[in-house]
């Protein structure tokens, strides 16, 4: 009974896409947030984007603002997060992370979440 399989990634060029998947069918517990982090090597864990799955409410760092797209599919229980324009900084691995609270503007706090993913390796290189 695992809660969050994140899939997705992978070797992508400067400029290309991805889009990463976070199945989390595996809580009998409904989530309200739904977010993705990411840590590179030698590098804190970041928050980088988040979903309410009851309303659709998204946050992004102001890195990817204008390149990723979080949604969510609430009848597959599946949140992605489509990345475009992809950078060599983008590099690191995600992770998919859900929380049985909504609390809006403190989103990118990591503690908030109850359930962590695997997490999936993004590279972009040339």
């Known amino acids: 009974q695992v809660p969050l399989v994140e899939s997705g990634g992978g070797l992508v060029q400067p400029g290309g896409s991805l889009r990463l998947s976070c199945a989390a069918s595996?809580?009998?517990?409904?989530?309200?947030?739904i977010g993705w982090f990411r840590q590179a090597p030698g590098k804190e864990r970041e928050a980088v984007s988040c979903?309410?799955?009851?309303?659709?409410?998204?946050y992004y760092v102001d890195s990817v603002k204008g390149r990723f797209t979080i949604s969510r599919d609430n009848a597959k229980k599946t949140v992605y997060l489509q990345m475009n324009s992809l950078k060599p900084e983008d590099t690191a691995v995600y992770y998919c992370?859900?929380?049985?609270?909504?609390?809006?503007?403190?989103?990118?706090?990591?503690?908030?979440?109850?359930?962590w993913g695997q997490g999936t390796q993004v590279t972009v290189s040339s």
């Open positions: 992370a859900a929380g049985f609270g909504w609390y809006g503007s403190s989103w990118y706090r990591t503690h908030l979440y109850d359930h």
């Open positions: 595996g809580s009998s517990m409904p989530y309200y947030a």
């Open positions: 979903i309410s799955t009851s309303d659709g409410s998204a």
